[in-house]
């Protein structure tokens, strides 16, 4: 055997350019070990809990089969999501995570040089789904107050939109959109262009306002909702998401969907999870009163922030965004820095939260 790696001559392989447009996803880096406390993640928005035991039983089971290729179908997931949303199974397309399920429609939607309008910032995958296709981002700046600019994302759309995404609750800031604004909004876009409603965190949202999305899809066949069993339901590592779409964009979805994507254990285990939703409800009600805990401590302190509809709190730092969250980790917090515009944090574990609240209140804003 020869040592290949100084012979080798330079690769001449000729890689897409769209690549080039490609950031980086920067995930939320696992909680690193302090010296005498526990150290915590709250930096990728995950469900604190560990599975529920009827959630875990079934995926035990259905690992002894994992010689077999997984239903490519995910048929009988696809049924029990339809009927617990009450729409016809044809408008239920699945994929690998809700990002997977994006994925296939850019792909089924944009080629390149055609636009995909979204609020910045927003969630990190999507300027990368739309880049990878050779599609154009086109970003539009949130409001002051972290909100979604629905008037300009709508005089964003241009001949070449073919979609719009709108994260509601958006991450990483937190506040849903409204329904009235989001109907105004809708009635503005073209027929001919997707508006996609990302849900990622819907089950957290308790504003009155709030949309309806799946009874606006009902009612608008350009609209589609996204929705993830990796937040409230805690699935984050089995990788299931889905979209409810009319049955064109769902047919092309689901034909955009690389085979068998969808894996056994998380087909069994999202199932099992939609039966055991009660009980998992009492853990989002959990986190969701947790969540009215720190932000009434954090308004007591004097943070101004964002509302949030989601599982995480925004403190939009600026400049002192890599400080903040040193400060945070120098407590045993694993938080998420977004360059110069601020910090996501997770509600999770109670005694996380408090250690969050112990380091806003220390830290200085002067
Ligand atoms: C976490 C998140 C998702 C879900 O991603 P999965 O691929 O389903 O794990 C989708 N959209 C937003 C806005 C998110 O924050």
């Known amino acids: 055997m020869t040592d290949g790696s100084t012979s080798t001559p330079a690769s001449q392989v000729r890689l897409r350019k769209a690549l080039d447009a490609v950031p980086a996803y920067v995930a939320g880096r696992p909680a690193e070990a302090q010296a005498g406390i526990t150290a915590y993640k709250i930096s990728s928005n995950e469900n604190p809990y560990p599975p529920l035991p009827s959630v875990l039983d079934v995926v035990r089971e259905q690992a002894g089969q994992m010689n077999r290729y997984p239903d490519m179908g995910v048929t009988a997931l696809t049924e029990a999501i339809a009927q617990r949303l009450d729409v016809p199974a044809a408008r239920v397309a699945t994929g690998p995570g809700s990002v997977g399920v994006l994925g296939q429609v850019i792909t089924a939607f944009c080629d390149p040089g055609d636009e995909v309008v979204f609020a910045w910032r927003s969630f990190e995958a999507y300027p990368i789904l739309v880049a990878l296709a050779g599609a154009t981002p086109v970003q539009v700046p949130l409001t002051s107050e972290a909100r979604h600019d629905l008037d300009a994302m709508a005089d964003a759309i241009t001949d070449r939109t073919k979609v719009v995404l709108v994260c509601t609750p958006n991450n990483p800031t937190g506040p849903s959109v409204r329904t009235a604004e989001l109907e105004a909004f809708l009635d503005r876009v073209r027929d001919d ?85 009660d009980e998992l409800d009492v853990r989002v009600k959990e986190l969701v009163t947790e969540r009215a805990r720190v932000v009434a401590e954090l308004e007591r302190q004097g943070w101004e922030l964002p509302d949030t509809d989601a599982n995480f709190v925004w403190f939009p730092m600026g400049e002192r965004t890599a400080e903040f969250a040193a400060a945070c980790q120098a407590a045993g917090l694993t938080v998420r820095p977004y360059g110069t515009d601020g910090v996501r944090a997770t509600i999770a574990e109670r005694e996380a939260n408090d250690r969050l609240l112990e380091v806003t209140a220390a830290f200085s804003r002067d």
């Open 193 to 277: 262009v997707l508006v996609v409603l990302d849900e990622a965190y819907l089950e957290f949202v308790t504003s009155d306002d709030a949309p309806d999305a799946v009874a606006i899809h009902r009612a608008r066949p350009n609209v589609a909702v996204l929705r993830t069993f990796s937040k409230a339901y805690g699935l984050a590592g089995l990788r299931i998401g889905y979209a409810v779409a009319h049955e064109p964009v769902a047919e092309a979805l689901r034909k955009a969907a690389i085979p068998f994507g969808v894996n056994s254990l998380a087909q069994v285990a999202a199932i099992a999870s939609l039966e055991a939703f």
